[in-house]
T-cell receptor
């Protein structure tokens, strides 16, 4: 069965630090990958997605992710985080009628 | 901007009681979903719904669970006899197309606490 794993459960950074959150996926044929973010008290929002093509995907709010097939990875990056990036971040892959989520990474950014 | 809305935001219920969680998906969307997240664990798929029937469900979605689209706007999740382990955040989502291929839009969730 397809799955994703996130190894960073809690990340604490100072503003302006660079961010990289890990996501590894299990191979299951066609690979579609997503990063969702959940700000405190808000709903899950799509940050970016990869279906095919350029393995470097740009998303909203300055986030990007790189699909590296040889490493089964789809890590989320941001060169300089802000306090407003404090949130929970979920990597996900897809089944035909559902999303399959990782356990999430809680990011705390301190001013 | 259209959004998925869920009510209530927080529900406390006694073990064994029935609960109904309500969702209003985005109006032109055709696919509807329920997910849940037990505190500290990952977001888990429960069920997908299309054309007035369940299209896929997980092993979590047993006979205690049911979904319904009673009218043109609401999408409900019913838990017939709640257990302590049903305590979780329940998220509704909707999408224009099939959930893996198009963006799913999520509601803010209902926190269910079973005591």
């Amino acid at each position: 069965a397809q799955s994703v794993s996130q190894h960073n459960h809690h990340v604490i950074l100072s503003e302006a630090a660079s961010l990289e959150l890990g996501c590894n996926y299990s191979y299951g044929g066609t690979v579609n990958l997503f990063w969702y973010v959940q700000y405190p008290g808000q709903h899950l929002q799509l940050l970016l997605k990869y279906f095919s093509g350029d393995p470097l995907v740009k998303g909203i709010k300055g986030f990007e992710a790189e699909f590296i097939k040889s490493k089964f990875s789809f890590n989320l990056r941001k060169p300089s985080v802000q306090w407003s990036d404090t949130a929970e971040y979920f990597c996900a892959t897809r089944g035909p009628d559902k999303l399959i989520f990782g356990t999430g990474t809680r990011l705390q950014v301190f001013p | 901007e259209p959004e998925v809305t869920q009510t209530p935001s927080h529900q406390v219920t006694q073990m064994g009681q029935e609960v109904i969680l309500r969702c209003v998906p985005i109006s032109n969307h055709l696919y509807f979903y329920w997910y849940r997240q037990i505190l500290g664990q990952k977001v888990e798929f429960l069920v997908s719904f299309y054309n007035n029937e369940i299209s896929e469900k997980s092993e979590i979605f047993d006979d205690q669970f049911s979904v319904e689209r009673p009218d043109g706007s609401n999408f409900t999740l019913k838990i017939r006899s709640t257990k302590l382990e049903d305590s979780a955040m329940y998220f509704c989502a909707s999408s224009e197309g099939r959930g893996g291929f198009t963006e799913a839009f999520f509601g803010q969730g209902t926190r269910l606490t079973v005591v």
